[in-house]
């Protein structure tokens, strides 16, 4: 094989880093494929609870929901922390130094992040108030855990742009981080959609849980009484 | 496989970034002890620190202590995961790429283990033949473990005068051994081999992500020690599938199940991704699709499944633990949670995971087979349409195991006829076998041996579940020990005596000494015939009304419970032995050849011990993986007693 000098190389391996980097895309794809399955988990056990409201307990005490505009702006906080990145990406790989939008979307991030966790702690419900309270927790936990790993994600890219790693002719590095990002705003989206439009449960007449009663140990020694319904 | 080779550039001519300090950087003063005692201490520390907060806020908030001794005990096994993993030195490369300061390629070669002797297998070596041998030790010692517990298990069922252990007791080896075995099961053909052997195998250098790959196998090291230790904290009481509301009720053992799964769920998550990128992107030129080893394609179903379906087991696992941690209500009832929601979320994987577990071990079958029977493989078209279909049909299965729960009867009749569905897929595996295999003269060794005990023991491992598919059937059948016998078929009898064979198949290249199939022939065949006693033993049980996981039963059971722990006993007999031929043939074994069975398969065309890097020059594939006599698929004289005069002259 002939390798021409004005190809980057991966230092590590020696390949072209256009071949490194269709690796690593793959790569990203299943990493969010796996990422998909686990949010999923988490809205079925939303729309599950929603859709059953066992023991009339899905609401919380008095119905006080969430406040949903706060929902929307972490979302939008998510999908402008995206669109910067790719913004970003493409202004390094047209050339350009592109720090300055990747630096942006760090802030972006960085107070959509403090948002989810001052929302996290000023619910007007605790997280054992019921199915609802338990499962809009877990979608801020996960959106926050989200958030938390592009934060990451991005500083690192703008270390690496500063430094002159992350370039025109190796911006990959750019690229992978706004794939993630773009998911992870997907995944917040998603979020808030399930814990705005679906609040009162559907089920109004889900059965009462938990009213058997004890039969007598006297009454349960005649058939009659074994085989009578409990109340 | 016809090969050429290919000269690749220099190394040397590629401009490097500035070398900070000695190659390897923090890693170099990182090993399992800087893990265990990083581990250790930030888990101690965030046990007396947790135990002033935690748990008066859990007395305090849910007017129940438990929630915040549990939050204390989840706390302090997560704090122990990143604990080691900080200590052996996991985070050094994230930290590394967000400074800037990327790897030379003499850090690369550190990390590999260049020149570390045996010290390498105790640190975070990215080498992939380094992971791929610390799997199969891993393997080893859970199986050690499991089956310690499976003997405990048989003694007390055995010994039907009197009770040997406290039924709580009883219960929390029953879990126990049921978890552990899965584990093991899961990683003893994708571990090792999908690790040490499929890089090679398809041509490459090494893994795509050298460094998940060490990520993956130490998360998986990190995360045995709390299942072990729930043992000491009243164990898993409620069989390997934690049930709820019975595990939300069960002692602080479950948390460290909880930890475990959650943590086992990230290594195998990135498992799977580094073996399918792997195959799919790292290929040798000229390997096209359909020159693929067929082994590397049960990988890939294999890691396609896990990655799909293991994040529904681990937040199933990360929901039971809020609620035990939190007093949320994910699954209980009282407070608008749903116990039939866990059971979903659970078998959503818990099937998939028997052919998780199966497709490797019977894509490694494939591959003994051609190469024993001189054969090419009878349609390498169906044997992947065959995976394609598992992998396809295992999403809609899961429901199969709650027919007897009540959850929505009108779905137990699409899913009995999608449970029976994917017996065709199977089918067309067992067929592939078969015709490769029909009317060939097999050179007897023993992981030629392995092909036909997988064949017997999925066949009747199958046919079994067939019966169980059906509705009518699992009504009688629900919760007996015939399940039991009928899992322990599909899971030990095709899953671990195909990876045993596989092992040895392998063991050449792995260790670069011959296994001593004499011994191990002795071992193997010992564990199968005591397999066969105990598990068919276990069927009349079931089919006479034995329920599992009871302690106590009827004395018209205990003939074949006597029948049973006497194959049990002669299964542990037999590994034991097998075990021994392993650790000696390891330790002094004859020296082995490059390629002692005269393969075709790229694995065996480089040298033996293999190179740091594979191979010396890169492959080109110019032909199908299983040329083996073509024209003549009968023509085996000349390749296979070449080979078999080097396995002799040992």
């Given at each position: 094989m002939t390798v021409t000098r004005d190809i980057p190389l991966s230092p590590t391996t020696g390949e072209p880093v256009s071949v490194v980097a269709r690796r690593n895309r793959l790569g990203v794809w299943l990493c969010i494929i796996s990422d998909v399955t686990g949010v999923v988990a988490l809205l079925i056990a939303y729309a599950y609870l929603w859709a059953l409201n066992v023991n009339g307990a899905w609401a919380p005490p008095k119905d006080a929901f969430a406040d949903p505009v706060t929902f929307w702006v972490v979302a939008l906080g998510g999908i402008v922390t995206a669109a910067l990145i790719w913004f970003g990406y493409r202004t390094v790989a047209r050339g350009g130094r592109g720090v300055a939008i990747l630096a942006l979307a760090v802030l972006v991030v960085l107070a959509t992040f403090i948002l989810q966790i001052v929302q996290l702690s000023t619910f007007p419900f605790d997280i054992q108030d019921g199915g609802y309270a338990s499962a809009t927790f877990w979608l801020c936990i996960g959106a926050a855990f989200h958030l938390s790993l592009v934060l990451t994600l991005v500083i690192g890219v703008v270390g690496r742009t500063r430094a002159g790693l992350i370039n025109a002719a190796n911006p990959y590095h750019a690229r992978l981080v706004a794939m993630y990002a773009t998911w992870a705003a997907i995944a917040i989206f998603l979020g808030a959609l399930f814990a705005t439009t679906m609040t009162v449960s559907p089920n109004t007449q889900s059965p009462p849980f938990g009213e058997f009663q004890q039969v007598p140990a006297s009454a349960s020694a005649s058939p009659a009484a074994s085989a009578s319904p409990a109340s | 496989m016809s090969t050429a080779t290919v000269s690749i550039h220099e190394q040397a001519d590629v401009p490097q970034p500035v070398q900070h300090g000695a190659p390897g950087g923090f890693v170099r003063h990182c090993n399992i002890l800087t893990g265990i005692a990083a581990g250790l201490v930030l888990a101690v520390v965030t046990y007396f620190v947790g135990s002033l907060w935690l748990v008066p806020w859990g007395t305090t908030t849910a007017n129940y202590v438990q929630v915040g001794n549990d939050a204390l005990w989840a706390a302090t096994f997560i704090a122990w995961v990143i604990g080691f993993m900080a200590g052996i030195g996991a985070f050094a490369g994230p930290i590394r790429w967000s400074l800037g300061r990327d790897l030379t390629h003499a850090d690369a070669e550190y990390l590999a283990g260049k020149d570390l002797g045996r010290a390498r297998y105790w640190k975070y070596t990215t080498d992939h033949k380094v992971v791929g041998l610390q799997y199969l030790v891993m393997a080893l010692v859970l199986f050690g473990v499991g089956g310690l517990l499976a003997m405990m298990i048989r003694t007390e069922l055995g010994v039907t005068w009197k009770e040997v252990f406290s039924p709580d007791f009883y219960n929390a080896i029953i879990g126990t051994h049921g978890i552990v075995m899965i584990i093991a099961m899961i990683i003893a053909v994708a571990g090792p081999l999908g690790n040490f052997i499929l890089p090679i195998m398809i041509g490459a250098r090494d893994m795509a992500f050298p460094r998940l790959n060490a990520l993956s196998f130490w998360l998986l090291f990190?995360?045995?020690?709390?299942?072990?230790?729930?043992?000491?904290?009243?164990?898993?009481?409620?069989?390997?599938?934690?049930?709820?509301?019975?595990?939300?009720?069960?002692?602080?053992?479950?948390?460290?199940?909880?930890?475990?799964?959650?943590?086992?769920?990230?290594?195998?998550?990135?498992?799977?991704?580094?073996?399918?990128?792997?195959?799919?992107?790292?290929?040798?030129?000229?390997?096209?699709?359909?020159?693929?080893?067929?082994?590397?394609?049960?990988?890939?179903?294999?890691?396609?499944?896990?990655?799909?379906?293991?994040?529904?087991?681990?937040?199933?696992?990360?929901?039971?633990?809020?609620?035990?941690?939190?007093?949320?209500?994910?699954?209980?009832?009282?407070?608008?949670?749903?116990?039939?929601?866990?059971?979903?979320?659970?078998?959503?994987?818990?099937?998939?995971?028997?052919?998780?577990?199966?497709?490797?071990?019977?894509?490694?079958?494939?591959?003994?087979?051609?190469?024993?029977?001189?054969?090419?493989?009878?349609?390498?078209?169906?044997?992947?349409?065959?995976?394609?279909?598992?992998?396809?049909?295992?999403?809609?299965?899961?429901?199969?195991?709650?027919?007897?729960?009540?959850?929505?009867?009108?779905?137990?009749?699409?899913?009995?006829?999608?449970?029976?569905?994917?017996?065709?897929?199977?089918?067309?595996?067992?067929?592939?076998?078969?015709?490769?295999?029909?009317?060939?003269?097999?050179?007897?060794?023993?992981?030629?041996?392995?092909?036909?005990?997988?064949?017997?023991?999925?066949?009747?491992?199958?046919?079994?579940?067939?019966?169980?598919?059906?509705?009518?059937?699992?009504?009688?059948?629900?919760?007996?020990?015939?399940?039991?016998?009928?899992?322990?078929?599909?899971?030990?009898?095709?899953?671990?005596?195909?990876?045993?064979?596989?092992?040895?198949?392998?063991?050449?290249?792995?260790?670069?000494?011959?296994?001593?199939?004499?011994?191990?022939?002795?071992?193997?065949?010992?564990?199968?015939?005591?397999?066969?006693?105990?598990?068919?033993?276990?069927?009349?049980?079931?089919?006479?009304?034995?329920?599992?996981?009871?302690?106590?039963?009827?004395?018209?059971?205990?003939?074949?419970?006597?029948?049973?722990?006497?194959?049990?006993?002669?299964?542990?007999?037999?590994?034991?032995?097998?075990?021994?031929?392993?650790?000696?043939?390891?330790?002094?074994?004859?020296?082995?050849p490059a390629n002692p069975w005269a393969s075709t398969s790229l694995e065996w065309q480089t040298q033996t011990p293999v190179p740091l890097e594979n191979f010396p020059v890169l492959p080109v594939v110019t032909s199908d993986p299983y040329d083996y006599g073509v024209p003549d698929p009968y023509d085996t004289a000349s390749s296979k007693d070449q080979a078999k005069q080097t396995v002799g002259a040992r």
């Open positions: - | 990190a995360a045995v020690p709390p299942l072990l230790i729930s043992l000491a904290m009243g164990g898993i009481r409620d069989g390997w599938s934690v049930y709820q509301p019975l595990s939300a009720q069960a002692p602080t053992g479950a948390i460290g199940y909880q930890v475990t799964i959650i943590v086992f769920a990230f290594s195998t998550g990135i498992a799977a991704v580094n073996l399918i990128t792997t195959t799919v992107t790292m290929r040798a030129r000229g390997m096209t699709w359909n020159r693929v080893p067929v082994f590397a394609i049960g990988i890939i179903a294999s890691s396609i499944m896990g990655l799909i379906w293991f994040p529904m087991f681990q937040y199933s696992q990360v929901l039971a633990l809020s609620d035990r941690a939190f007093g949320s209500s994910f699954f209980n009832p009282v407070n608008g949670g749903s116990v039939w929601l866990y059971e979903n979320l659970f078998w959503l994987l818990g099937h998939p995971e028997v052919y998780v577990v199966v497709i490797p071990a019977t894509a490694a079958m494939m591959e003994i087979a051609v190469v024993f029977m001189r054969k090419p493989l009878f349609s390498y078209k169906i044997a992947v349409a065959g995976f394609a279909g598992v992998v396809g049909i295992s999403a809609i299965v899961w429901v199969h195991h709650m027919y007897m729960t009540g959850w929505a009867p009108a779905a137990n009749y699409p899913f009995m006829l999608s449970t029976e569905l994917i017996s065709i897929p199977f089918g067309f595996l067992v067929l592939v076998l078969l015709g490769t295999i029909w009317r060939g003269k097999a050179w007897t060794s023993l992981p030629m041996m392995a092909v036909y005990v997988l064949l017997w023991n999925k066949v009747v491992g199958g046919i079994t579940g067939v019966y169980l598919s059906d509705t009518p059937v699992d009504q009688y059948m629900h919760g007996s020990m015939f399940v039991v016998a009928h899992f322990h078929f599909m899971l030990m009898g095709a899953g671990l005596f195909g990876a045993m064979g596989a092992i040895v198949y392998w063991f050449p290249k792995m260790t670069a000494r011959m296994f001593d199939e004499r011994i191990g022939s002795i071992g193997f065949w010992t564990a199968f015939f005591g397999f066969q006693l105990t598990f068919m033993s276990m069927f009349v049980a079931g089919l006479q009304g034995q329920p599992r996981r009871v302690l106590q039963f009827d004395n018209a059971f205990n003939i074949s419970n006597w029948l049973s722990t006497i194959g049990a006993y002669i299964i542990g007999i037999g590994m034991l032995i097998f075990l021994a031929a392993v650790i000696t043939s390891w330790r002094s074994g004859v020296k082995a």
